[in-house]
């Protein structure tokens, strides 16, 4: 819980870390709970993140979010992983506990999830066959919580096919693994496109699909954030499909971070998002 005679720490472990926008949204938190607090990025090269999550706890931090390239290597360094995290093979949050001891959860799946339903009231998993392309992390947390929200059909497409097969084995239920070739014809008849590969990132280049058989009625969406239309939600936007970006998907998976830490679940408002939105 939040205590006022307390300074409460917290941050984002990453390298690099400066173009995080997540000190912005943990901060505008703490002025918006009238707390004493603040949300610092920290620069942690890879061979000290152990002893980075360890002076957590000597530094009063409750916890952090790690980000690239941490999300794999924190899940050796933490005492506890729980089992949602396990299923992703990647962490994106610590506590430390208040014996010390640090705990990694994932919260990406849920940031991913409560975005759609916050942008898109009355979507559903269900509502027919979902292409999810890519197969990284991104694509687990993804993969993971269409699962749990009752996807029938997830069609995972990737340029390395055992890496799709690999979620299909492990997640089994509704998913299936498809080869890279076969990515434009996998839209086919579906309700919903997502996606979690690098391209169409700042820097990258776009994601090469073609959307002729994606119906109109189909909800476009993309884990990146910077730029926050990518070529490839453009071009959905442009044929008349809905779209929902990857600034969400940060925004929410803030929310469970802060209910661990601090014992509040904060909103994420229009301002919240406008203010970081006027920033990319
Ligand atoms: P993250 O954990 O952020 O998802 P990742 O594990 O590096 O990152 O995954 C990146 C995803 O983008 C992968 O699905 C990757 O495909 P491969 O598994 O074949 O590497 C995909 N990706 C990256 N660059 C790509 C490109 N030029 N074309 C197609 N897919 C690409």
């Known amino acids: ?14 390298w ?12 505008y938190w703490f002025k918006k709970h009238g707390l004493a607090g603040s949300y610092v990025p920290l620069a942690i090269r890879p061979e000290r993140l152990a002893a980075a999550l360890h002076g957590l706890h000597p530094l009063g931090f409750a916890g952090v979010n790690v980000t690239i390239p941490h999300k794999l290597e924190a899940m050796k360094i933490v005492h506890e992983v729980d089992a949602l995290a396990k299923s992703i093979g990647a962490i994106s949050c ?6 010390g001891s640090l705990a990694g959860t994932n919260n990406d799946c849920y940031g991913f999830i409560h975005a759609v339903k916050q942008e898109q009231p ?58 890279w070739e076969q990515r434009h014809e996998a839209l086919e008849g579906a309700a919903m496109v997502v996606n979690t590969t690098s391209c169409g990132m700042v820097g ?18 993309d884990i990146i954030y910077i730029p926050l ?28 971070a802060w ?21 990319i």
């Open 16 to 27: 690099p870390v400066m173009h995080s926008r997540s000190p912005m949204m943990h901060n």
């Open 229 to 256: 239309e990518t070529p490839f939600l453009a071009a959905a936007r442009g044929r008349g499909n809905r779209t929902v970006n990857g600034l969400g998907m940060l925004l929410n998976q803030g929310r469970p």
């Open 122 to 179: 009355g979507w559903r998993a269900d509502a027919g066959p979902i292409v999810v392309i890519g197969a990284g992390g991104g694509s687990r947390a993804v993969c993971y919580g269409l699962a749990q929200e009752s996807a029938r059909e997830i069609r995972v497409v990737n340029r390395t096919l055992a890496r799709a097969k690999g979620i299909a084995q492990e997640f089994g239920g509704p998913i299936r693994a498809l080869p």
């Open 1 to 14: 819980m939040a205590h006022s005679d307390r300074f409460l720490l917290a941050g984002v472990m990453g």
């Open 259 to 279: 209910k661990a830490w601090f014992g509040i679940e904060p909103e994420v408002t229009a301002e919240l998002r406008a203010m970081v939105e006027r920033t």
């Open 204 to 221: 990258q280049p776009a994601l090469d699909i073609k959307l002729d058989k994606l119906p109109k009625s189909a909800l476009a969406t």
């Open 94 to 99: 610590v506590i430390v506990r208040s014996d």
